[in-house]
């Protein structure tokens, strides 16, 4: 059973940076595609940004590919999130998904949560 744990929430100013990260177990993690999304109060779950099984291709929504890194250690069995220039809007729950095809993300974990005060 694949599981997911994420760390490095907190809460932060606004323009500093956090390194959030997913630690995966349970399974093969070189066959999972791998994403961060997030939910801020009273919204939707909203994509941040993925990886594809190899590490060879990235994926970031618009209002974070400027600021944020997905990246992935294979050896690790980590997907780490580097978030930069962070603005209160930022604020919100951070899940991380795994998924055997792309965009079809079967797994979750709990979240962590990042407040960005201004």
């Known amino acids: 059973q694949v599981q997911l744990v994420e760390s490095g929430g907190g809460l932060v100013q606004a323009g500093d940076s956090l390194k959030l990260s997913c630690a995966f177990s349970?399974?093969?993690?070189?066959?999972?595609?791998m994403a961060w999304y997030r939910q801020a109060p009273g919204k939707g779950r909203e994509f941040v940004a993925s990886i594809t099984r190899s590490g060879s291709t990235t994926y970031s929504s618009p209002s974070v590919e400027a600021r944020f890194t997905i990246s992935r250690e294979n050896v690790k069995n980590t997907v780490p999130l580097q978030m930069n220039s962070l603005k209160p809007e930022d604020t919100a729950i951070y899940y991380c998904g795994a998924a055997v095809r792309p965009s079809h993300y079967a797994y979750w974990g709990k979240g962590t949560q990042v407040t960005v005060s201004s």
């Open positions: 349970g399974g093969t993690f070189n066959t999972y595609h």
